[in-house]
């Protein structure tokens, strides 16, 4: 759903393109997520952790447009 998501804003906003290069690391993201998650059951600040890095994450790749 992510990636179809950035897909979208990828192809209705010609001037953030570049998103669609990215598109690809984000299901690695997430996998890397899960997995580190798995590993720290029920810690629920490894999930806020985890949320602050990717919000982070996008907000650093911004500026290359």
């Known amino acids: 759903m992510l990636v179809a998501g ?3 804003v990828a192809y209705a906003i010609t ?3 570049f998103l669609a ?3 690809p690391f ?3 993201l997430m996998a ?3 997995a580190l998650d798995a590993a720290f059951r029920d810690a629920w600040i490894y999930g806020l952790s985890s949320a ?3 919000g982070w994450l996008l907000a650093a790749v911004f ?3």
């Open 32 to 34: 890397m997520f899960t």
């Open 6 to 8: 950035f897909s979208y």
């Open 15 to 17: 001037e953030i393109g």
């Open 26 to 28: 984000f299901p690695v």
């Open 21 to 23: 290069l990215l598109l």
């Open 52 to 54: 602050l890095f990717f």
């Open 63 to 65: 500026p290359l447009a």
